[in-house]
């Protein structure tokens, strides 16, 4: 049997917890989908704008690391500030 691959722990724990059964079905299905699909549309809504001034050397650099993540470079750098903002995957170690 292959061995299973996991994105992050988080992943692994979810998964873990299904096969445990820990899952328990929402009493109104409806309610819980429509309830996700608003929580969706909030967390991907782009309502802001902003202006921000970066080195020419530095744009450049995130442009072409978008270019490997085959990302639009204001897409980089809005996940990037988003993780950054939500304390999630930035470590202020640098990335190998």
Do not use: C, W
Not at 8 to 17: G, I, M, P, R, S
Not at 18 to 26: H, T
Request: net charge positive.
């Amino acid at each position: 049997m292959k061995k299973r691959e996991f994105y992050d722990d988080a992943e692994k724990q979810l998964v873990e917890a299904y096969e445990r059964d820990e899952f328990k079905p929402a009493k109104s299905q409806k309610a819980a989908k429509r309830a996700a699909i608003d929580a969706a549309r909030r967390y991907m809504r782009k309502d802001a704008r902003i202006n921000i001034r970066l080195s020419a050397a530095d744009l450049e650099m995130i442009k072409r690391r978008a270019v490997e993540e085959g990302l639009p470079y204001q897409t980089l750098i809005a996940s990037i500030l988003h993780k950054y903002a939500s304390g999630s995957g930035l470590t202020g170690k640098k990335a190998s």
